[in-house]
């Protein structure tokens, strides 16, 4: 019962585990018969077998899991437009480094140095109206 503490077999109780173990020990003797005449061989040919059976176990319920728990990916792209995001995804992060590049490309001198302040948060004077005078080149990242 110590491969109890170290393996978890979802819906097995404790008389599952033994079930189980008394199957893979009866499979166990079927093949090797010579073992019940050494038992210290018969522990540890034991052990292994039944470490390797629980992994087997894990590995179809790992399976099975992601079978009916995860959507394939062909799925999810189909739907993508539909998953609301807190962020930006990257084509509209490039696209929006793409407009502001532009926009520094036609702002003057004094507008730039602005439009930098604006960017790292800072104050300055005529900010609401320099916000307005640029927000056309946002229109298309407005939020619906």
């Known amino acids: 019962m110590k491969l109890r503490r170290n393996y978890f077999v979802q819906l097995w109780e404790y008389d599952d585990w033994i079930q189980e173990g008394r199957i893979v020990l009866f499979r166990l ?26 992994n087997d176990v894990l590995r179809h319920q790992d399976c099975q899991k992601r079978q009916f728990n995860k959507m394939p990916y062909e799925e999810i792209s ?9 962020g930006l995804v990257l084509d509209d992060y490039i696209a929006y480094r793409d407009t ?45």
């Open 29 to 54: 003797l079927e093949e090797h018969p010579y073992l019940l005449d050494n038992e210290s061989k018969l522990f540890i040919y034991f052990k292994t077998k039944f470490s390797n059976y629980l």
């Open 78 to 86: 189909e739907v993508s437009h539909y998953v609301k995001s807190k």
């Open 100 to 144: 502001l590049t532009k926009v520094e490309e036609t702002l003057s001198d004094i507008d730039k140095e602005k439009f930098e302040k604006l960017i790292s948060g800072e104050r300055f004077a005529g900010k609401k109206q320099f916000i307005r005078d640029i927000q056309p080149f946002f229109n298309a990242f407005k939020a619906d």
